[in-house]
């Protein structure tokens, strides 16, 4: 894996020492990441997602662009989980994977969000905790 | 780098205009005195075997302070001052250069003084060194000499020094004799940098990433020009629309004919396949121009091994490619290499519900170690970076909105706007005619309103590309890795 995609994995290992972190790399230094049980608030039926997400091999420089969580994924007041997230994917795309067996795809719900403004270099790390934020607080 | 090879190169030090200014003066007061200093710098081995040592801190030694009498020679370097300098070395893995002056204009040498205090200790420096040279260096006003230790215990001598400012100088240990060719062909452009200009430009390796609409017009002004050597990246063919826009190419470069469509599309799939690589036309334009020229055109993009290590063989870089990745390394070699170079684009845009023109541009940005970079500038997409590095069928299936790709408009007059200007530059730094007071800020060419606008770029001290703070890749060489993809 690329420098600066161990170096995220090992900041995300740091962030989140308590839940299982699964990695598997991709064909040109990347990594697709899981995280699992990541809690949820209030909003949603289900108290915890899994949170699946792509470092390309060349991080910090790049966007971690989208997210992925569970695919029933469901909002206490039954409205629909909202604009920025799809549902019908799946991840990780397994084409990407080096050894295709690392890690089996599972239906999700994309979560889209742009880091448009760079005040500094986003990490795979902030935007994870960006995007959580703002999936808690939809 | 084995210890071998690193005793039979040559050795060439390289330093940003900025900081040769500040050891100049501090070295040149004009008080006719000797005065002291270290660089700490990073090393970078070339193509050619040749090994570039690249000024990246300079620690000015306070006279009386840290640069007093000497025990046994004039003037030395005190102890604590040394030690500072040689930890953050081999901390940093860098290179240690003690520096002094002696007087005199174009010509410069150790005294038996310098030497005996070389031997006495640095064979003690190179063992803190770990693994580094270090050396020394003594500068006349116009000249460099270069003792470098090797920590195989050999050493080499310095063959010269480039320094970058507004224009490219060479110092040497001596005036160097040149034996200048005269050709008629070259006679009136010879008459505005001379004969021993056009010497220099022969001398040089351009490279040029990106043959469209800007680079194909840069290579033909710069073999025009009689460059001589010339490194070309493009991954991509030409195509119909963008052959008019492509000096030199022609409809049978494009297979235009059997692109039309009447065609079975088989036909016209195999048309696409054998037109002609864009990095080939631009090759067959630089002979027209200048039969001498030695070329080396890759078909790849930057995140190839054999373009990178090419362009790290050059002695200044055009950027005129649209993708953020090819700005993503073209930046990093900049600063990491200290290449000095140029980023080129054009842009035309409309208002989306009239259609009527906003804008219409060309922007000339120069790139070099003392200057913010790209990256300090936002002007690398970290999105469009995250989406270069996807397969396309991994950004089919993560698109969001359902947007098609967006085709930029360009056009050859607005194209030229941006090459012509650029390789002007680039002479007149090359060529050590520009003004030392000339502006290296972005320039901005606005067509619609025919006004030029300059625009400082910002620079982030802490930035991991250009910044003065350690762990950014400014002068690092060989010892970071660039972003690549695997």
């Not at chain 2, 410069?108 to 770990?130: K, M, Q, T």
């Not at chain 2, 090819?326 to 070699?333: D, E, M, T, V």
């Not at chain 2, 300059?454 to 620079?459: C, D, F, N, S, T």
Request: aromatic share 8%; proline share 6%.
């Amino acid at each position: 894996m690329a420098p600066g995609v161990k170096q995220a994995i090992e900041e995300l290992r740091i962030q989140y020492p308590n839940y299982a972190i699964k990695i598997a790399a991709d064909k040109h230094g990347g990594a697709f990441v899981v995280i699992e049980g990541m809690p949820l608030g209030s909003p949603y039926i289900q108290s915890d997602t899994w949170v699946g997400f792509h470092i390309t091999y060349n991080c910090p420089y790049a966007d971690t662009y989208p997210h992925f969580v569970r695919s029933d994924l469901s909002r206490q007041d039954n409205n629909p989980p909202g604009e920025g997230m799809t549902s019908g994917h799946s991840f990780p795309q397994q084409s990407e994977l080096l050894d295709p067996n690392s890690m089996p795809a599972r239906p999700a719900i994309q979560v889209s969000r742009v880091s448009r403004r760079r005040e500094a270099t986003e990490t795979p790390r902030l935007k994870l905790i960006k995007v959580l934020q703002w999936i808690i607080n939809r | 780098m084995d210890h071998q090879s690193l005793a039979t190169s040559k050795y060439r030090l390289i330093v940003p205009g900025g900081l040769f200014s500040r050891l100049h003066y501090h070295l040149f007061p004009g008080d006719g005195d000797e005065h002291g200093a270290v660089i700490a710098a990073g090393m970078a081995k070339m193509p050619d075997g040749s090994i570039n040592l690249l000024a990246r801190y300079l620690y000015l030694a306070e006279d009386g302070k840290d640069y007093v009498p000497g025990k046994r020679g004039y003037r030395m370097l005190k102890a604590e001052f040394i030690r500072s300098c040689i930890f953050t070395c081999r901390d940093e893995k860098l290179v240690y250069l003690a520096v002094h002056n002696h007087g005199g204009e174009d010509s410069v040498g150790f005294s038996s003084d310098d030497l005996n205090s070389h031997e006495r200790g640095y064979p003690a420096l190179l063992d803190i060194a770990a693994g580094m040279p270090v050396g020394a260096l003594v500068f006349a006003r116009n000249a460099i000499a270069g003792d470098i230790w090797l920590p195989n215990g050999k050493r080499v001598a310095l063959e010269s020094a480039k320094v970058l400012g507004t224009s490219r100088k060479i110092l040497t240990p001596a005036p160097v004799l040149c034996k200048v060719s005269v050709d008629p062909a070259y006679d009136r452009q010879t008459r505005l940098f001379g004969d021993a200009g056009q010497d220099i430009l022969r001398d040089t390796t351009i490279g040029i990433i990106g043959l469209g609409g800007v680079g194909a017009i840069i290579a033909e002004y710069l073999a025009r020009l009689g460059v001589g050597n010339f490194v070309l990246i493009d991954p991509q063919k030409i195509e119909i629309s963008n052959f008019p826009r492509i000096v030199g190419a022609t409809r049978w470069d494009c297979f235009a004919f059997f692109q039309k469509e009447f065609w079975p599309s088989p036909v016209r799939s195999l048309a696409k396949f054998l037109s002609k690589p864009k990095v080939k036309i631009a090759a067959r334009v630089i002979r027209q121009a200048n039969k001498n020229a030695n070329i080396k055109p890759i078909i790849a993009d930057t995140q190839s091994k054999e373009a990178v290590e090419a362009l790290i063989g050059c002695d200044y870089l055009f950027l005129a490619a649209d993708s953020m990745s090819a700005r993503l390394i073209f930046n990093q070699i900049v600063h990491q290499y200290y290449i000095p170079g140029v980023q080129i684009g054009s842009k035309i845009s409309h208002e989306e519900k009239s259609g009527d023109l906003t804008a219409v541009f060309s922007v000339v940005r120069p790139v070099n170690p003392e200057k913010g970079c790209l990256w300090c500038n936002q002007l690398i997409n970290p999105l469009k970076l995250q989406e270069e590095a996807q397969s396309e069928k991994e950004l089919k299936a993560n698109k969001y909105l359902d947007d098609s790709n967006v085709i930029a408009p360009s056009v050859i007059t607005l194209n030229a706007v941006g090459a012509a200007h650029a390789t002007h530059d680039f002479l007149l730094f090359i060529t050590g005619l520009m003004s030392p007071q000339a502006s290296n800020d972005y320039a901005r060419y606005m067509m619609l309103e025919r006004k030029s606008e300059i625009v400082e770029p910002r620079r982030d001290e802490y930035c991991s590309e250009c910044g003065t703070a350690s762990g950014s890749r400014l002068g690092r060489g060989d010892q970071v890795p660039l972003t690549l993809k695997y």
